[in-house]
């Protein structure tokens, strides 16, 4: 049996929502130890090479990175295999360009163009709110940070707005019925809409009802549910779609709609 941490990746094995080719290699880039999960992140150079396109190589990613050309929420990554993750900004200061890590309604990882504003800050789910040493009030937040001395009415699953150079709590969601939420899990992952209620079931996992704009409802595991903002108004800027999910024959009809235009 190996020891140590492992390595490698194989390609068939990579993360589905990578989209990666079957044929495009034996071994996909593991990402690196980082905020994020393996299966819940990207690594850079999938990003930088397979996405946008900024590269053509392993090679050619590695120099990109290493001219500090690269800034995940604000600071300067130089590894390419670095983990990003839901509502992580990647800043490329050299073309101007802003990107927010999003989900398609399929459940795919979608690099959302934003603008130099809204680059500013990120949204931010409260994973557990504790007291440390000291007596110091702390909350973890999904990407792994550990902030101190938050607002006391900041509870578990609420979300923050974080501005990125100040690293200061700017304003927060509260997880409650009638907030916009995004879904970051399941089979139901990349969909927005208002949560309706939730359910309590002790011993196993609770429940929250969602509907979208488009009057879908649907249910999913409370771990999934990402509220982004107060009432209707989101507070960052949605994909195209706004995270409704079509059927397979209202994506095939409004195929056929824009090749007959």
Not at 20 to 39: N, T, Y
Not at 127 to 134: D, E, H, R
Not at 167 to 189: H, M, W
């Amino acid at each position: 049996m190996a020891r140590g941490p492992k390595k490698h990746l194989k390609r068939l094995n990579a993360p589905k929502k990578w989209m990666l080719d079957k044929l495009g290699g034996k071994f996909a880039p593991r990402p690196s130890a980082g905020p994020h999960k393996l299966r819940e992140s990207m690594p850079l150079i999938v990003l930088l090479r397979n996405k946008l396109k900024y590269s053509l190589t392993y090679n050619e990613t590695k120099k990109v990175t290493m001219s500090r050309a690269i800034k995940v929420d604000g600071k300067v990554r130089t590894d390419m295999c670095y983990p990003t993750g839901f509502m992580d900004v990647i800043s490329i200061d050299k073309t101007g360009e802003y990107f927010r890590m999003l989900f398609d309604v399929k459940g795919r990882f979608l690099i959302h163009r934003i603008k130099k504003e809204e680059a500013s800050y990120k949204l931010l789910r409260v994973k557990a709110v504790k007291v440390v040493a000291k007596g110091v009030p702390t909350i973890v937040t999904h990407d792994g940070r550990t902030i101190r001395y938050p607002d006391p009415l900041i509870k578990t699953n609420d979300t923050i707005k974080f501005d990125i150079n100040s690293s200061k709590i700017v304003d927060f969601i509260k997880f409650e019925p009638g907030n916009l939420a995004y879904i970051t899990g399941g089979q139901n992952c990349g969909r927005i809409g208002i949560i309706t209620h939730k359910e309590k079931h002790p011993g196993s996992f609770d429940i929250v009802h969602i509907k979208d704009s488009v009057g879908h409802s649907f249910a999913t595991r409370m771990s999934n549910v990402f509220p982004i903002g107060k009432g209707k108004q989101a507070w960052i800027s949605l994909p195209r779609g706004k995270g409704v999910r079509l059927t397979i024959a209202e994506e095939r009809d409004r195929r056929l709609a824009a090749k007959a235009r």
